[in-house]
C-alpha cells in the first residue's frame, strides 16, 4: 500500500473521527485538512467559503493538501474536506499521492448523523432536521459519488437491521486498520 492514506466521503462520513481512531491504532500522524486549512488561511472552510466563495476556497483547499504532501512524513493518515476530490483533477492527485478510502453510507444514515452534529458550520444545513437534510444532500451526493468511487478502497458503513447504534465509527477504523495491516 501507498501512503499517506486519504479519508474520502460526504460531510459526516466520520472521515476526522474515525481517521483519529485509525492513525492512533496505527500510531501514524493524523491530519484534518480543513483544520489545516484554518490554521494555514485564518477561516475556517465554512467562513473561507461565506467570504470569498466556493471557487476560491477549492483553489486554496487544492494547494493546502498538495503541499502538505511534499512534507518528508510517510505515515500519515488524512481526513479530507467532502468536496475536495470532486474537484478538477483532485482525484487523480489524491491517487498518485497516496492510497484513497471512500467511507460510503446510505444517504439517510448521513442525515440522521449530520442532524445529531452541530450544525453551525454548515450554513445550507444549519436548522435543518434529518428528513429536510436528506432532501439537500440527496443530489449533491448523486453528483459527487462517481468522484468518491474512483478511491483505492470503498468501505459501506456497517449497519445492521438499517439503524445507527454509534458504534459505526469505531467499526470502520477497525475495518480499515485490517484492511491497511493485510496489505
Ligand atoms: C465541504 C465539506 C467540509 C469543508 C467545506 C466544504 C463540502 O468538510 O471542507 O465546508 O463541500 O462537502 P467535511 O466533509 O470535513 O465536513
Not at 493518515?77 to 478510502?101: H, I, R
Not at 468511487?149 to 456497517?158: H, K, N
Request: hydrophobic share 40%; proline share 5%; net charge negative.
Amino acid at each position: 500500500m501507498v501512503y499517506p492514506i486519504y479519508l474520502i466521503g460526504y460531510m459526516g462520513a466520520g472521515k476526522t473521527t474515525v481517521g483519529r481512531i485509525l492513525a492512533d491504532r496505527l500510531g501514524w500522524h493524523f491530519v484534518d485538512l480543513d483544520e489545516a486549512f484554518h490554521e494555514i488561511h485564518g477561516l475556517s472552510p465554512a467562513d473561507y467559503i461565506r467570504t470569498y466563495g466556493v471557487e476560491a476556497f477549492r483553489r486554496k483547499e487544492k494547494y493546502v493538501l498538495e503541499d502538505l504532501a511534499e512534507l518528508p512524513i510517510e505515515k500519515v493518515v488524512y481526513a479530507t474536506g467532502g468536496g475536495y476530490p470532486c474537484w478538477e483533477d483532485n482525484m487523480e492527485c489524491l491517487k498518485e499521492l497516496g492510497t484513497s478510502f471512500y467511507l460510503r453510507w446510505q444517504p439517510h444514515h448521513l442525515a440522521q448523523r449530520l442532524a445529531l452534529t452541530d450544525l453551525s458550520e454548515r450554513p445550507l444545513l444549519h436548522g435543518k432536521n434529518a428528513e429536510e437534510i436528506l432532501d439537500v444532500i440527496m443530489p449533491q451526493l448523486e453528483a459527487r459519488a462517481p468522484f468518491y468511487e474512483q478511491a483505492d478502497y470503498i468501505l459501506d458503513a456497517p449497519i445492521s437491521n438499517d439503524t445507527l447504534d454509534g458504534s459505526e465509527d469505531e467499526l470502520l477504523a477497525e475495518m480499515l486498520y485490517d484492511c491497511i495491516i493485510n496489505s
